[in-house]
């Protein structure tokens, strides 16, 4: 399954030749998700959805990610390190205080004793709470949707954490070495899962994505919810899907299937 | 009206230098303190990733909102035109300036980059509660000194009373906009919107037991008199205002008990919240609301004249009230988890489901502690340098 999503567009490397060919075949296409489950079109699989160097993020793509929580296994936590070996999260034992950008949550309901386990993250909403109180204007959301920390105006009051009903952010309590250059970090600022930006800017798929497809799991699907014709929207548009804490009214971009809440 | 001296306090005697060299002490252990978390990074504090905020930021807002208190004192004299209150009008501004500058100065220090406070002063999101207090603070200082400057120079005191009401109408703003800071979080289940007129009705308690304490300490400290009548005034105002807050607090716990999602919240701090429930009953209800209130309208019943002691007395149980609250509504308010799934058992790996801990760490405490040192300092060497203190309190200039 991993391998069908990577020719839904959002590929795992960026590869001009690659995508022009798939542009030229572009048409109409199906793929097998899952037994019994045929989706058609991969229409804009060769769209070049990647943001050219010097070019804004577009209003006209929003990404996000479908998880679907009866693949997710409880025991696999891939998505976990993948994240932390891509971003360079490596904690210092101290999980009080160690940021994670992404965890596995595992869910109990005492009333029927269904027991699930699902990722969760900064959830990328359209009206982040993050962003309303950020008093520097360092927490911002893209135009393409995706929520982000400023580094260098974040003055480090740690209200976006307050605000954040999802607790999806983490303060830099600890001097940080070894950092990668696309994820730039700092002590004393706060930060969160930025969707793999650097990746999605270059279009390929979040370390998390890709780690969850490579290890066979297939619960997380990425792509642009505003293009009809991505995987991503027609599964959302076919399927029930829920976002956490919905009634809070904040339109996450990560939504749920399969979630028993 | 009888003019009314004022004077500079001599500042030479043993008493002054000894409290400044405290103070002083106190204050520069607070940046020694922040010295050491900002290079070490705020591990070393009791602050986590689950609560953020922690025993800096209760000092900081019980300096902020009784700062704004304080000056309840001046408003009551040159806006509700007590004359009683006349003398004291100077000491509350100077009051309200330095407890704000106390508390700014821990909300700045307590940042993960302190350093980077002119980014925040360049770069403004409007939407954010806390960018408003930016303006609510520093124009605060501003309007404070206006309205003092009315008072001491004697051709401007005809514009007493409109600078008053600036500061009146200001102070108001600024409480409401520190409570908002809370109210507007949407995550959290502790908080709702009655956090804005709370901080209204803590800052007239909180500032007026401070003020209580200071006037007491001052005038024992300079050999000034304080007459039973306006201490009876002061003492049964700070009465009312605590009825005030155990008001505020009553509806706070009981509509937010109505609302079934909230009951888990209400049930840790109202029941088996360990120490935030302690702090709730006995630190914010009991010693903080109960027992000053009984103490201050049995004392004076039948107008029995109040005691300093017992004035002073009340105040520090107000006061230790102040910080209970404080305390069980900032960090207990965190602690509590927030609510992702609904009625789910939850658990992660980052403590997602379970009440988190909080203890607060030496260097927390050091950097609160600097905040009300720097307070004092600029209280004392503000009296010494100019006249802020009356020449007398006694029943004959103030029972007019």
């Known amino acids: 399954m991993s391998g069908k999503m990577k020719h839904t567009g959002i590929a795992a490397e960026f590869n001009p030749a690659r995508r022009k060919f798939l542009g030229a075949i572009a048409g109409v296409a199906s793929v097998t998700l899952a037994p019994g489950v045929i989706l058609y079109g991969i229409t804009r699989s060769g769209d070049a959805r990647a943001r050219k160097p010097g070019t804004a993020a577009s209003p006209d793509v929003r990404w996000g990610l479908l998880i679907d929580v009866n693949h997710c296994d409880s025991g696999c936590d891939k998505c976990v390190s993948a994240c932390v070996e891509e971003n360079g999260l490596q904690g210092h034992g101290r999980p009080a205080t160690d940021p994670q950008w992404i965890r596995k949550v595992k869910i109990h309901d005492p009333d029927t004793g269904l027991s699930q386990s699902l990722p969760v993250m900064c959830q990328h909403c359209a009206e982040p709470p993050c962003v309303d109180v950020c008093p520097t204007g360092a927490s911002f959301k893209r135009a393409d949707g995706i929520v982000l920390v400023d580094r260098h105006r974040c003055i480090g009051c740690r209200y976006c954490m307050m605000a954040c009903p999802y607790k999806a952010r983490s303060f830099v309590h600890e001097e940080i070495e070894d950092q990668k250059t696309y994820a730039p970090r700092g002590k004393g600022t706060v930060e969160a899962c930025t969707l793999c930006i650097h990746r999605v800017d270059s279009d390929r798929l979040p370390a998390c994505v890709e780690a969850c497809n490579d290890a066979g799991g297939g619960a997380m699907l990425f792509g642009d919810l505003k293009d009809p014709n991505s995987e991503i929207a027609r599964r959302v548009a076919r399927y029930a899907s829920q976002q956490i804490r919905g009634d809070l009214g904040l339109d996450p971009g990560v939504r749920y299937r399969n979630l028993s809440t | ?400």
Not at chain 2, 14 to 29: K, N, P
Not at chain 2, 125 to 132: C, E, P, Y
Not at chain 2, 289 to 306: D, K, N, W, Y
Request: a positive charge; proline letters at 3%; charged letters at 10%.
């Open chain 2, 1 to 400: 009206m009888k003019r009314i001296i004022f004077s500079e306090i001599d500042g030479r005697s043993t008493g002054f230098r000894g409290l400044a060299a405290v103070l002083g002490g106190f204050f520069l252990i607070g940046l020694a303190a922040v010295l050491y978390v900002e290079h070490a990074g705020h591990y070393v504090t009791g602050g986590s990733n689950q609560v953020v905020w922690g025993l800096p930021d209760v000092f900081a807002m019980f300096l902020i909102v009784s700062a704004s208190g304080v000056l309840n004192v001046a408003i009551i004299s040159s806006v509700f035109r007590k004359t009683p209150y006349r003398p004291l009008e100077r000491l509350s501004c100077l009051l309200a300036i330095a407890m704000l500058l106390g508390g700014l100065m821990i909300l700045v220090l307590d940042l993960g980059r302190p350093d980077r406070v002119i980014v925040a002063m360049l770069n403004r999101n409007f939407k954010s509660v806390f960018a408003w207090n930016f303006y609510l603070y520093t124009g605060f200082i501003a309007v404070v000194v206006l309205y003092l400057w009315m008072q001491m120079e004697r051709r401007m005191n005809r514009f007493i009373l409109a600078a008053g009401l600036l500061a009146f109408a200001w102070r108001i703003a600024l409480t409401t906009g520190s409570g908002s800071i809370y109210g507007v979080l949407v995550a959290r289940e502790a908080y709702s919107a009655i956090m804005g007129p709370m901080f209204v009705a803590m800052s007239f308690s909180f500032g007026l037991a401070v003020y209580i304490l200071v006037l007491l300490a001052a005038c024992k400290g300079i050999d000034r008199e304080i007459g039973a009548v306006l201490l009876r005034r002061l003492g049964r105002l700070l009465g009312i205002f605590i009825v005030a807050v155990l008001y505020f607090a009553t509806v706070q716990h009981l509509v937010n008990l109505y609302a079934a999602e909230h009951s888990g919240v209400e049930r840790f701090i109202l029941l088996d919240g360990g120490i935030y429930t302690l702090l709730f009953w006995g630190g914010q209800v009991i010693i903080g609301g109960l027992v000053p209130l009984a103490l201050i309208f049995i004392s004076s019943r039948g107008g029995a004249p109040l005691s300093g002691r017992t004035v002073a007395l009340a105040s520090v149980m107000v006061i230790v009230g102040a910080f209970s609250q404080l305390y069980v509504l900032i960090i207990g308010g965190q602690v509590y988890p927030l609510p992702l799934f609904p009625g789910m058992e939850v658990s992660s790996s980052f403590y997602d489901g379970v009440i988190n801990t909080y203890t607060p760490s030496l260097p927390e405490l050091a950097l609160g502690l600097g905040g009300v040192a720097l307070a004092g300092l600029v209280v004392l060497f503000g009296m010494k340098l100019l006249r802020f203190m009356p020449a007398t309190l006694a029943n004959a200039r103030t029972n007019t």
